[in-house]
């Protein structure tokens, strides 16, 4: 099985700052690699897939980057509605793992 | 807009059984993979089971032989049939579009399942 390992697991952060998130796979899955954001007691929102893809509808102050076994989630200028849990995936191979998810918290 | 709702959560003693639905708009269910995920309470997101448009069948190593997932398409319903219940299944489960090669959009608001006795 694939192991997806997210660090860090929470950061505190200020409205505008600059936050990034780094997900590393235990073995090379190319840019198979999804990210999600959820909101206390909220099901999961897809934000990027394929690594760096844009879901249709997220802000773009949201990118990702990486390929292979290191990928990052970036957030431009933290907006409030902006601190929630985020959680990286694989697709490379069954069975589908998650990263562990990182809380971004205010400071 | 593509919406798919869960049901049939609840209470069950470890060792039953319980079968979740997902109704589906449109023809989500016939013509899209779908999949379950879990959330157990304070935990993190934990993938369950895909069935893709052909039929084709997918579990997570815990849910292996005790959990089925199958669709009606002239319902648009998605199935997890939940057999030899255990604690550790105890979770919110959440049924989700899902686009090839596996990534889940939408969500469903999620069924709660507690496995207690």
């Known amino acids: 099985d694939i192991q997806m390992t997210q660090s860090p697991s929470s950061v505190s952060a200020s409205v505008g700052d600059r936050v990034t998130i780094t997900c590393r796979a235990s073995q090379v899955i190319s840019s198979w690699l999804a990210w999600y954001q959820q909101k206390p007691g909220k099901a999961p929102k897809l934000l990027i897939y394929d690594a760096s893809n844009l879901q249709s509808g997220v802000p773009s102050r949201f990118s990702g980057s990486g390929s292979g076994t290191n990928f990052t989630l970036t957030i431009t200028s933290l907006q409030p509605e902006d601190f929630a849990a985020y959680y990286c995936q694989q697709a490379n191979s069954f069975p589908l793992t998650f990263g562990g998810g990182t809380k971004v918290e205010i400071k | 807009e593509v919406q798919v709702v869960e049901s049939g959560g609840g209470l069950v003693q470890p060792g039953g059984s319980l079968r979740l639905s997902c109704a589906a708009s449109?023809?989500?269910?016939?013509?899209?993979?779908m999949s379950w995920v879990r959330q157990a309470p304070g935990k993190g997101l934990e993938w369950v089971s895909l069935?893709?448009?052909?039929?084709?069948?997918y579990y997570a190593d815990s849910v292996k032989g005790r959990f089925t997932i199958s669709r009606d398409t002239s319902k648009n319903t998605l199935y997890l049939q939940m057999n030899s219940l255990r604690t550790e299944d105890t979770a919110l489960y959440y049924c989700?579009?899902?686009?090839?090669?596996?990534?889940?959009?939408?969500w469903g608001q999620g069924t709660l399942v507690i496995v207690s006795s």
């Open positions: 069935i893709y448009s052909a039929g084709s069948t």
């Open positions: 989700a579009g899902t686009r090839s090669p596996g990534w889940f959009d939408p």
């Open positions: 449109a023809s989500t269910v016939s013509s899209n993979y």
